[in-house]
């Protein structure tokens, strides 16, 4: 496929009955509650929780005196009190979600450079490309790994993927640690579109705050501790990055399952970026829950396991989510239209590996009806 100019979904949003009507329904939660769209009690607390647990985990850190078994301990520790802040405070907050004040939440959206990560490089590769269009090859910024991976029937299959579900799991580890030490470095210098947004030019003041925030993560998580730890420099390095390997996969765990599975559609644009769904629909086809009864998943996970309200309403705050998602799920059923879950975080994450293996292994039509394998799936034609 020709890269388009632009990508467009052909159907209008404002023309499907059943957006209208989820839309009312959904201002109808808010405004009968009398409660707001952004952060409540409940999201102040976990961020609270979130700061406490970050600067109480590092000052142990810091200060305790252990063995250098013990110090790999705590930096894991420390490196889950970063997940619960980018996860649950800076995505939401980059997302325009944490609070009705456009300047609260682009503070807050500044947790993900303290971790690590690049708030801006991940508006631009998150909010602009893979949110809009997901799925959608030559877009969605998630599809691309270098060709480590098959991750749609579109891309080209080549000898080793044969073998991709197998060593997935190890380089989903990797993720994290590629992530602050080289992959916003090399999506900053190599691209100049996301999604629909071309960049021609990237702001002086986010190239600085970009540098500056990765100095302070390196400095903070790695040079200090070798400064002032009295350990073997090994064991801070190699607590680091055994950090980095329960973080890498516990996203994984998180993101894979959502988009890449064998019951999620893979859409072409055609040679003018037209895209044949509106994106109501789109999100129907291309993302999926699970562990929707769990509530401690959408707690720990920033509510990322219910992940179609996520891309139908992502300036709602996600502790709203398990309610949200209620609502959407009653009323697609109503219209007819597709909702997918799987029951648990272990099957979704298998499913993935499954489409992994399928796409590795053969080429031709990938379309399957997977109903007997733990997803739920309600078929019927939509009525959009």
Known sequence: ????QQFRFQGKISSSGFSQTLSQRVNEYFQNRQITRHANREMIFKTTLGFALWLSTYFWLMTGSFSSLELVGIYVLHGFAQLHMGLNIAHDANHGAYSKRKQFNKALGYVFDLVGLSSYMWRLMHNDAHHVFVNVRGADTALISGSIFRFTPHDERRPFHRYQHLYASFFYCLSTLDWVLTKDYRWLFSQKRFGNRKVVKHPLSELVLLFAAKAFYYTYMLVLPLLYLRVKWYSIILGFIVMHLFLGFTLALTFQPNH?????????????????????????????????????????LGGLNLHVVHHMFPGICHVHYPALTRIIKSTAEEYELTYRENRTITGAFLAHLRWMKILGSRDGDLAFNRSDRGTIIEKAEPHM
């Open 1 to 4: 496929m020709t890269v388009a």
């Open 260 to 300: 890449f599975t064998e019951d999620s559609s893979f859409p072409e644009a055609d040679a003018e970026g037209h895209l044949s769904n509106d994106y109501i629909q789109h999100i129907f086809e291309t993302t999926a829950d699970y562990a929707r009864s769990n509530p401690f998943a959408a707690w720990a």
